[in-house]
């Protein structure tokens, strides 16, 4: 079949409904009613703690709305669930539930969409004259043709509009000492609620990734195997993937890793998103400074014996140690098994090491770092140290300082901060990590610091009292999305905590955060506020639109102290 052909699962915008794979449109249903002032956590509460009602998941359509969908793992959990909340009152407002209908699959509805309104051709002629080469940079480095003075001036002046919304969310939340602050902050610094400092950046701006996760898929008009990156998304009705030979974030020792004559010799197909037919679906290739490379090959295995994935385990075995896999010089192989979520919400995501060493070792700010399979590592080493060092330079921290390194992967913050601090404890939630942290800390012969598996919500408050340091700074480098709530709450309260700093890739999507931190004292919100007193972006990701915002805040009272002090 050709690339460009509608399946018959492509005509069906619920097809997707007929898989065993788990999707929360199966069991939604719609509850209204809700009162006009409520949390999701406290929806969530009632559904699973209050009436045992075991949702998956909860999709409120806007902010404030009078309804929202909850999704469930079983027509029995659906059932229940709208027997149990019709009728009942909640926050003196009764609520109401039904079956909700599912959600058309995005790709295919673009699909139809375009076929009806004979969009598609209109879309292949006038994408002819953009090469697939320049696709695929302008999904994955739009910035590409920009001069790169002029990169770090568009991400300046971003982060600068950026600190202005997020100054203007807290000007709404805020009173009495904190509003006076906030607006004296917001008038010094041209309504910014901090100093911002001037962008920071390495010199190395090209081949800077060391780590790469390549879709394996089809090209856009050729029915043949790409390893690279999404020339859209799925939603935007296209699939096809578009190599990386041009991509200059990529390093060439990445570029080498070639796997698709290996993979069209397997005479297994690609993985396919619309359908979930195929095997060959990820590979994943970390690199270091020094020259070692690991790659993960991942792959869904469908109805493939335990002898067959056994012989494909072997035969990349030989591709990469004495086949025409050589040229990359893997020093470290995997083999990654890629199921999709089931009805019960269970996935499986396991890595059986093929050949070579089992992690590889990257050296930062004179410092040797141990990387498993799934360790969170910056994917810019040279830019990691510019942050890590603008990081310790706002924290300032001294011999009586616990710096607690939360969302903490293999310990790279906690270490470099290590050498400036009395004691170091390190928080991370992936089990692998936190044993490639421990080895760490042997290799560098470092004897104060001390890393803990688990979810910061979960044991945040416990790791604060182990400290013994009359003062106590906090490092959060959380996923995009941001910082748990419990864990926010849990670090405001905790009165010793007297600095925080906040680095964040998504800075948009941590304002909720930042916001959170600096509202008034309330019993939700219990401790001082904590509000921005400085910050400085780091552009980790020439060439893209994306870089770092690290962020200082501090007590208010301390904060207000200083001010009146200049």
């Known amino acids: 079949m050709a690339a460009n052909e509608t399946t018959e699962v492509e005509k069906n915008p619920y097809a997707y409904l007929e898989r065993a794979d788990f999707t929360s449109e199966k069991y939604k249903i719609e509850v209204r009613g809700l009162p006009k002032y409520y949390g999701i956590g406290e929806f969530k509460k009632l559904l699973n703690e209050k009436l045992d009602l075991q949702s998956c998941k909860i999709k409120p359509p806007k902010q404030s709305s009078g309804w929202l969908f909850v999704s469930f793992r079983s027509e ?30 995005p790709f295919v509805k673009r699909r139809l969409e375009e076929e009806n309104s004979n969009k598609r051709l209109k879309m292949e002629e006038n994408s002819q ?41 807290m000007l709404k939340k805020s009173k009495g000492d904190l509003l006076d602050w906030l607006n004296y902050q917001k008038d ?37 195997v790409v ?12 699939t096809a993937v578009g190599p990386i030979d041009n991509l200059c974030h990529i390093p060439d020792k990445m ?8 993979i069209k010799n397997t005479e297994l197909k690609p993985f396919d998103p619309v359908d979930h037919s195929g095997y060959w679906r990820q590979v994943t290739v970390r690199t270091t400074l020094c020259n070692d490379v690991m790659v993960i090959v991942g ?37 990654q098994i890629m199921k999709m979520k089931s009805i019960n919400g269970k996935g499986e995501d396991n890595f059986d090491h093929i050949s070579g060493m089992k992690y590889i070792e990257e050296t930062l700010l004179g410092m040797k770092f141990r990387i498993s399979p799934q360790a969170f590592f910056q994917v810019n080493t040279l830019g990691a140290q510019v942050l890590y060092k603008a990081a310790i330079d706002l924290a300032k921290p001294t011999a009586d300082t616990a710096l607690l390194d939360i969302c903490c992967g293999t310990g790279t913050i906690g270490l470099a901060f290590s050498k400036y601090c009395g004691e170091v404890f390190g928080l991370e939630m992936i089990e692998d990590a936190i044993k490639d942290a421990k080895e760490n800390v042997v290799a560098n012969k470092i004897s104060n610091c001390e890393f803990f598996v688990g979810k910061a919500e979960d044991i945040l408050s416990a790791v604060v009292r182990r400290t013994t340091k009359p003062d106590i700074i906090a490092v959060v480098d959380p996923p995009r999305a941001g910082l748990h709530q419990r864990a926010l ?78």
Not at 159 to 167: A, D, P, V
Not at 319 to 330: K, L, M, S
Request: net charge positive.
């Open 489 to 566: 709450l849990t670090m405001r309260k905790s009165k010793k905590l007297s600095r925080l700093v906040y680095i964040s890739c998504d800075p948009r999507a941590a304002a909720k955060n930042l916001v959170d931190l600096a509202k008034p004292v309330s019993k939700q919100y219990v401790g001082e506020p904590m509000v921005p007193v400085k910050a400085v972006a780091v552009d980790m990701f020439p060439y893209t639109k994306h870089c770092e915002l690290v962020l200082c805040l501090e007590r208010l009272s301390v904060a207000m102290k200083a001010r009146d002090s200049i």
């Open 129 to 169: 004259s953009i090469s697939i080469e320049d696709k695929v940079k302008l999904t994955t480095i739009p910035l590409w043709n920009m001069l790169y003075p002029s990169q770090l001036e568009l991400k300046q002046k971003e982060m600068s509009s950026i600190l202005t919304t997020i100054c203007k969310q």
């Open 76 to 105: 029995e959990n659906r059932q229940k669930a709208i027997e149990t909340l019709n009728g009942i009152l909640w926050k003196n407002c009764k609520l109401s539930a039904q079956v909700a209908k599912p959600a058309p699959d």
């Open 227 to 238: 390893i690279g990156f999404r020339l859209s998304s799925y939603a935007a009705g296209s």
């Open 255 to 262: 570029k080498v890793v070639v796997l698709e004559e290996f």
């Open 299 to 335: 792959i869904h295995p469908q109805d493939l014996t335990p002898e067959k994935l056994e012989e494909l385990k072997l035969q990349l075995k030989a591709f990469f140690t004495v086949g025409e896999g050589t040229q990359a010089r893997v020093t470290s192989l995997y083999f």
């Open 188 to 224: 010094k610094y041209q309504g910014l609620p901090c100093e911002l400092l001037p962008i920071l950046s390495t010199d190395a701006i090209t081949g800077y990734r060391n780590k790469c996760e390549f879709t394996v898929g089809k090209s856009d008009k050729e029915d043949k």
